[in-house]
């Protein structure tokens, strides 16, 4: 019997492009077990073609702060994943259905390939998710770059910090940023507002 874990493992992988013959490697599951979770969960399967290409990416497409680069990193430390531990790597974005368009933008920059899969409702991260689509892309490069400008650890960098382009990738992913005591309020998170702090005392100087 499946645990939750390679119930939703599976659609996960499949969307991000993997076969189901990895799938099954990965999960130690057979593909038919696997081909029939995702039939369960609606999922239209790929032919065998599609699986077989080689998808591209620009990996060197965060390595200079541009605005369009600055923007999407933004997105990026607001709403998306990135793994890395020095031999593979992995950017991923999940968003709702009604903006896959914003995902596809984002293929665009990067000048991916990939896959924009479909994922269905389901407990992703410990909530529950309303249907949605997602990408997710192997790169050792672009993953340890984004590790490198702050997106868990560490300061952030300070050229991300005086861009307005970051600020709105970062609202655009995940809603309002304010300061308490300036002016307006959702706060995104402890360490942007930090990071929002110093651009408030550096305008004042």
Same mark, same amino acid.
């Given at each position: 019997m499946l645990t939750d874990y390679q119930k939703v493992r599976i659609v996960e992988l499949y969307a991000s492009g993997e076969s189901t013959?990895?799938?099954?490697?990965?999960?130690?599951? #057979? $593909?038919?077990?696997?081909?029939?979770?995702?039939?369960? @969960?609606?999922?239209?399967?790929?032919? $065998? /073609?599609?699986t077989s290409t080689r998808c591209q990416v620009r990996h060197d497409a965060f390595d200079e702060i541009s605005q369009d680069a600055a923007y999407w990193i933004g997105f990026l430390f607001a709403d998306g994943s990135v793994s890395s531990d020095g031999q593979s790597g992995r950017v991923s974005v999940r968003v709702s259905e009604r903006d896959r368009n914003q995902l596809v933008k984002f293929r665009t920059f990067l000048g991916s390939t990939h896959k924009v899969g479909n994922a269905p409702a389901g407990n992703y991260? *410990? +909530?529950? !998710?309303?249907? !949605?689509?997602?990408?997710?892309?192997? #790169? %050792? /490069?672009?993953?340890?770059?984004?590790? !490198?400008?702050? /997106? +868990?650890? *560490?300061?952030?960098? =300070?050229?991300?910090?005086? #861009? #307005?382009? @970051?600020?709105?990738? %970062? %609202? =655009?992913?995940?809603?309002?940023? *304010?300061?308490?005591?300036? *002016?307006?309020?959702?706060?995104?998170?402890?360490?942007?507002?930090?990071?929002?702090? !110093?651009? @408030?005392a550096l305008s004042q100087e």
């Open positions: 013959l990895k799938i099954g490697r990965l999960l130690q599951l #057979s $593909p038919t077990t696997v081909n029939r979770q995702l039939h369960r @969960f609606g999922v239209t399967l790929r032919e $065998p /073609r599609e991260g *410990g +909530y529950r !998710s309303k249907p !949605s689509v997602r990408i997710s892309i192997p #790169s %050792v /490069r672009l993953s340890q770059q984004l590790l !490198s400008l702050g /997106r +868990y650890q *560490g300061p952030i960098n =300070d050229l991300l910090i005086q #861009s #307005s382009d @970051f600020w709105r990738g %970062v %609202v =655009d992913g995940d809603g309002s940023l *304010g300061i308490p005591g300036v *002016g307006v309020c959702i706060l995104w998170a402890r360490r942007l507002t930090q990071a929002a702090r !110093s651009i @408030f």
